[in-house]
């Protein structure tokens, strides 16, 4: 399932207009929208990218010139860049984010016989890739309010054979990294970030990425740096294990055709790192953007009757227990937790009614308003995670049936944001 929906998000963000759901069928649903209304896309990669049109072809230009096409001066110079924005003393550009965790799980060793902490709400990538190393995932329930692993279950499911945990600064913003950290210290447990969805989000005024062993990123088109087409970067201060990382991304060859260790082709390639160069100088300002937006979203629609708040917001994140639904609440709309800045990958709402997420989203299609459910299935409930223990973990449960994520692109307009407001307005008035 999360892997058909992963062909839907691949299909969507690679045809130029972004996600824009198809027509609506006319019959058993809302009115249509009036005459100024003209559709929202979930996420336009063209009006970002044609924007940087000239920079972009001088850059391509630059690479085929060259005839250098396999990493080199365009690879350092973006993983130098990247390295100062984080704060991390090394980054290596490599050929997917999911490729990224791959190769911080290997370059630690972790295999099988070994378990790894992960949530169960995420992408796919994340418990997929410890999976291919033949470690077990193990699946922790989630913080309803940011999302993000409940820590106080990360420290029942730690046992002797937990060698990692891999926390999701999910949808942009971080996860409780003190508390997880706090965890990994006292034995011999590692913390991979994965920051996929969250490059240059803080916690405690640092980027997240940092504070692990390894911090993952990906520049997979959706995401707040995106690329064109595949690409991502791994993040470490450790040396050794930057260095194990760097001979794994080249099939563990030191010198050349030498193998020490089994490694795979994880390289990024010279022309997405010259694109991605053109894109980062403006990413504080697509950041600033995606946070406006979601102030003004959260501005206009906090007022409206059945709408809130999510309880944590401005709050430590302390997990279920301390996030509850609010009372009576038809909508409940995300925040920023205690100590973070939101880098804001999506806006995502919980509609905790049943059936009001699935009515919700048929609304906006009918007015071809982009939306998305990420994410429909926890990976407990995955086919293809069906031999691992059974474990019942109700919250992460609870949101893939309950939330929405809404248009949030930095160059969404307000008259677009307004839009969506009227739209989500009749569906509360109905
Ligand atoms: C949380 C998370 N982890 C990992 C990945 C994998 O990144 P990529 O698509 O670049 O392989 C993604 C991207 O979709 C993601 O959202």
Same mark, same amino acid.
């Given at each position: 399932?999360?892997?058909?929906?992963?062909?839907?998000?691949? !299909?969507? *963000? /690679? &045809?130029? %207009?972004?996600? #824009?759901? =198809? @027509?609506?069928?006319?019959?058993?649903?809302?009115?249509?929208?009036?005459?100024?209304?003209?559709?929202?896309?979930?996420?336009?990669?063209?009006?970002?990218?044609?924007?940087?049109?000239?920079?972009?072809?001088?850059?391509? !230009?630059? *690479? /085929? &010139?060259? %005839?250098?096409? #396999?990493? =080199? @001066?365009?690879?350092?110079?973006?993983?130098?860049?990247?390295?100062?924005?984080?704060?991390?003393?090394?980054?290596?550009?490599?050929?997917?984010?999911?490729?990224?965790?791959?190769?911080?799980?290997?370059?630690?060793?972790?295999?099988?016989?070994?378990?790894?902490?992960?949530?169960?709400?995420?992408?796919?990538?994340?418990?997929?890739?410890?999976?291919?190393?033949?470690?077990?995932?193990?699946?922790?329930?989630?913080?309803?309010?940011?999302?993000?692993?409940?820590?106080?279950?990360?420290?029942?499911?730690?046992?002797?054979?937990?060698?990692?945990?891999?926390?999701?600064?999910?949808?942009?913003?971080?996860?409780?990294?003190?508390?997880?950290?706090?965890?990994?210290?006292?034995?011999?447990?590692?913390?991979?970030?994965?920051?996929?969805?969250?490059?240059?989000?803080?916690?405690?005024?640092?980027?997240?990425?940092?504070?692990?062993?390894?911090?993952?990123?990906?520049?997979?088109?959706?995401?707040?740096?995106?690329?064109?087409?595949?690409?991502?970067?791994?993040?470490?201060?450790?040396?050794?294990?930057?260095?194990?990382?760097?001979?794994?991304?080249?099939?563990?060859?030191?010198?050349?055709?030498?193998?020490?260790?089994?490694?795979?082709?994880?390289?990024?390639?010279?022309?997405?790192?010259?694109?991605?160069?053109?894109?980062?100088?403006?990413?504080?300002?697509?950041?600033?953007?995606?946070?406006?937006?979601?102030?003004?979203?959260?501005?206009?629609?906090?007022?409206?009757?059945?709408?809130?708040?999510?309880?944590?917001?401005?709050?430590?994140?302390?997990?279920?227990?301390?996030?509850?639904?609010?009372?009576?609440?038809?909508?409940?709309?995300?925040?920023?937790?205690?100590?973070?800045?939101?880098?804001?990958?999506?806006?995502?709402?919980?509609?905790?009614?049943?059936?009001?997420?699935?009515?919700?989203?048929?609304?906006?299609?009918?007015?071809?308003?982009?939306?998305?459910?990420?994410?429909?299935?926890?990976?407990?409930?995955?086919?293809?995670?069906?031999?691992?223990?059974?474990?019942?973990?109700?919250?992460?449960?609870?949101?893939?049936?309950?939330?929405?994520?809404?248009?949030?692109?930095?160059?969404?307009?307000?008259?677009?944001?307004?839009?969506?407001?009227?739209?989500?307005?009749?569906?509360?008035?109905?």
């Amino acid at each position: 399932m999360e892997s058909s929906r992963r062909e839907v998000d691949e !299909e969507s *963000v /690679l &045809r130029p %207009g972004g996600a #824009i759901p =198809g @027509p609506p069928s006319p019959p058993a649903l809302a009115p249509a929208p009036g005459p100024s209304a003209s559709g929202v896309p979930l996420l336009d990669l063209n009006v970002q990218n044609m924007a940087l049109e000239p920079e972009l072809k001088t850059a391509f !230009e630059r *690479v /085929l &010139r060259s %005839g250098h096409f #396999i990493l =080199g @001066p365009e690879v350092d110079r973006l993983e130098t860049e990247l390295a100062s924005r984080i704060g991390v003393r090394h980054a290596l550009g490599v050929s997917s984010g999911t490729d990224a965790i791959l190769l911080a799980l290997m370059a630690l060793g972790i295999g099988p016989g070994d378990e790894v902490i992960c949530p169960t709400f995420t992408f796919f990538a994340t418990a997929g890739c410890v999976a291919r190393v033949g470690a077990t995932p193990v699946f922790v329930d989630s913080c309803p309010s940011c999302f993000n692993l409940d820590v106080a279950q990360v420290a029942r499911r730690i046992g002797p054979r937990t060698r990692a945990i891999l926390p999701v600064h999910l949808f942009g913003q971080a996860a409780d990294l003190d508390g997880i950290l706090e965890l990994a210290r006292p034995g011999d447990v590692a913390v991979i970030e994965d920051g996929a969805q969250a490059l240059g989000a803080q916690y405690k005024g640092r980027c997240v990425g940092g504070f692990g062993d390894f911090g993952t990123f990906s520049f997979f088109p959706s995401k707040n740096l995106g690329g064109f087409g595949d690409g991502g970067l791994i993040v470490t201060n450790d040396g050794n294990l930057a260095a194990r990382a760097r001979d794994l991304r080249a099939h563990g060859a030191r010198p050349k055709y030498h193998h020490k260790y089994v490694g795979g082709n994880f390289r990024l390639d010279p022309l997405q790192a010259a694109l991605l160069g053109v894109k980062l100088p403006h990413y504080d300002e697509y950041s600033r953007r995606r946070r406006a937006n979601a102030a003004y979203y959260t501005e206009r629609l906090a007022s409206l009757p059945g709408v809130a708040v999510t309880a944590g917001a401005g709050r430590a994140c302390e997990g279920a227990a301390a996030a509850p639904a609010p009372e009576g609440a038809r909508m409940i709309l995300p925040g920023t937790h205690q100590d973070r800045t939101h880098i804001w990958n999506q806006y995502t709402l919980r509609l905790p009614v049943a059936g009001e997420r699935d009515a919700l989203r048929s609304h906006l299609q009918a007015r071809r308003i982009g939306s998305e459910i990420y994410y429909p299935v926890p990976m407990h409930r995955q086919e293809c995670f069906a031999d691992l223990e059974r474990v019942d973990l109700p919250v992460a449960e609870s949101l893939a049936r309950q939330c929405l994520s809404i248009p949030i692109y930095p160059e969404l307009s307000r008259r677009q944001q307004d839009e969506v407001v009227a739209a989500i307005c009749t569906f509360l008035e109905s």
